[in-house]
């Protein structure tokens, strides 16, 4: 391999070991809950008497993308206020990128993510 080659391969390396990870946006609202998903949730309560919501399934085929976009929980509740759970909550990890978090089977993962944050000096909340 010629010295041009092997430095654009060190480029390339540096370049992704340096690289931000894509902001991931959850849907929070039920506008933002795909309708199929939607329908998927429907079909799956009018078919079977579930222990869980039909969004709470873990799938560790999925991509890290897919399980930013499933969604628990999309209902009323007593007020009649629509509510909307991600059933994968996505943190950056300092050793490993980005990672989904279940909510259910990641709990206590998640709990020790929210202890770290902080308040620093001027009260703005930091996460260390």
């Known amino acids: 391999m010629n010295t041009e ?3 654009k391969l060190d480029q390339q390396n540096h370049d992704k070991q340096n690289a931000q990870p894509a902001p991931i946006s959850q849907p ?3 506008e933002a809950v795909s309708p199929e ?3 998927a949730h429907k079909a799956a309560m009018a078919e079977a008497d579930l222990l869980l919501n039909p969004g709470d399934r873990v799938d ?3 991509t890290l993308e897919e399980k930013s976009q499933q969604v628990a929980v999309n209902t009323g509740d007593i007020t009649g206020d629509r509510i909307v759970v991600p059933t994968y909550f996505i943190v950056d990890d300092p050793e490993e990128g980005q990672k989904a978090l279940h909510h259910i089977k ?3 993962e998640i709990s020790d993510v929210i202890r770290q944050a902080r308040v620093d000096e001027s009260g703005e909340r930091t996460w260390r």
């Open 37 to 39: 998903q939607q329908a």
């Open 28 to 30: 929070l609202t039920p």
């Open 5 to 7: 080659n092997s430095q």
């Open 60 to 62: 560790s085929e999925k």
């Open 106 to 108: 990641d709990a206590e």
